[in-house]
C-alpha cells in the first residue's frame, strides 16, 4: 500500500519561510499524480500545488503562485514544498498527496487523489 509521512511544519513568522518533506513509498513518481492539499477548521481541502513528475506538468493555487515551490527527488521518493513569504492565511494543516497519473486538468481536484498523508500543520503568525 502507499505510503505518505509529512513533515516540516511548525510555527513561522509572517514573511517567514519553511520547508515541507514528503516521504514516499512503494509506488513509483513516475506513474503517479502527487502533490500538496491543505485545510484549515471549518473549510474544505484545498489544493496548494501538484505535479506530474513523468511530464513536468505543474499546478499552483492562485494564493501560493510566485511564493510556493514545489519539487521532487526522485531517487529518494521524497516530495518537497518549499514555502517563502508566508501569510497568516497560510495557517493550515498541510496534506501530502498521490494517486496514479492523472491529466493536468485533474491535478486540483481532491477527488482525484486515491492517497493522503496524515498532515503536518503550519502555523503562521502576524
Known amino acids: 500500500e502507499v505510503q505518505l509521512q509529512a513533515s516540516g511544519g511548525g510555527l513561522v513568522q509572517a514573511g517567514g519561510s519553511l520547508r515541507l518533506s514528503c516521504a514516499a513509498s512503494?509506488?513509483?513518481?513516475?506513474?503517479?499524480?502527487i502533490g500538496w492539499f491543505r485545510q484549515t477548521p471549518g473549510k474544505e481541502r484545498e489544493p496548494v500545488s501538484c505535479i506530474n513528475v513523468s511530464d513536468g506538468s505543474t499546478y499552483y493555487n492562485s494564493p501560493v503562485k510566485g511564493r510556493f515551490t514545489v519539487s521532487s527527488d526522485n531517487a529518494k521518493n521524497m516530495l518537497y514544498l518549499q514555502m517563502n513569504s508566508l501569510e497568516p492565511e497560510d495557517t493550515a494543516v498541510y496534506y501530502c498527496?498521490?494517486?496514479?497519473?492523472?491529466?493536468?486538468?485533474?491535478?486540483?481536484?481532491?477527488?482525484?487523489?486515491?492517497?493522503w498523508g496524515q498532515g503536518t500543520l503550519v502555523t503562521v503568525s502576524s
Open positions: 512503494r509506488f513509483s513518481f513516475d506513474d503517479y499524480s
Open positions: 498527496v498521490a494517486t496514479p497519473r492523472v491529466a493536468l486538468s485533474g491535478l486540483a481536484l481532491p477527488s482525484s487523489y486515491n492517497y
